[in-house]
């Protein structure tokens, strides 16, 4: 829905990540609504995990300091649930969800409470498209989508199975390696986009390294939507000394990134 009505208006959704319980979840349910009302269309939550796949040391960080305050899966659950069960709630969440914490609580328990708590759908990172379909398909039976990353080093043929099981959205890696900001966005990016366009009807979405307006309105002419983390999460690190600075920075900073999508939409094909 959220994609098809963007599509009509020819404009790129703006998705930005932010990490459950960094500093504390007080913080994260303050932050998660001034994300929306500064123009997210779509926010994507970190749920931490000691170990995370592809995380660079901003990401890293911020699961430290979340998981240092003993956070539990059951205190997300009802974090989001408190926001998202409210009438003036309108901005859809998917998860960024270690595979490993889906499996230790159980494929349907963990979709079930993920979707109560009002989350539409999973990125599943470290989730081989070899061994996904169990978790598809549940998924498909609470009409939860699943997200696989598709990166610039992805064989074709691999490529394809991902698309094809993936529902909601593909995410593109944008580069080669671990997240985090980068000056520029690589110029195989484009090539990449164009294959995998070739493949899928899905909506395409750009994640890693992006982190200026710049990288916004050049993506906003291919991608269809476009993820911003590790520029975000970055302004976390002093919100526990100042956590109200820390939330309006965070909407001050989303609102200039969102500025280039309002300015200009995609050529109509």
Known sequence: MLFSRLRMSRRAAFIPFLTAGDPDLQFTAAALPILGQAGADL?????????????????????????????????????????????????PLVGMVSYSLIYRKGL???????????????????????????????????????????????????????????SGFVYVVSVVGITGSRDHLPPTLRPLLHRLRSLTDLPLCVGFGVSKPEHVEELAEVADGII??????????????????????????????????????????
């Open 228 to 269: 911003v983390g590790s520029a975000l999460v970055q302004l976390l690190e002093n919100a526990r000394q100042d956590p109200a600075g820390t939330l309006a920075a965070l909407g001050t900073f989303v609102r200039r990134l969102c500025q280039p999508l309002h300015q200009q939409s995609k050529p109509a094909p």
């Open 108 to 166: 349907q328990r963990f979709v079930v409470a993920a979707r109560q708590a009002g989350i539409h759908g999973l990125i599943v990172p470290d989730l081989p498209v070899e061994e996904a379909e169990e978790l598809a398909q549940v998924c498909r039976d609470y009409e939860c989508k699943m997200i696989l990353l598709v990166t610039p080093t992805t064989p074709l043929q691999r490529a394809e199975r991902i698309v094809r099981i993936c």
């Open 43 to 91: 926010i994507e939550v970190g749920f931490p995990f000691s170990d995370p796949i592809a995380d660079g040391p901003v990401i890293q960080a911020s699961y430290t300091r979340a998981l240092q305050g003993q956070l539990r899966l059951n205190h997300i659950w009802e974090m989001l649930r408190s926001l998202t069960t409210t009438p003036q709630w309108q901005t």
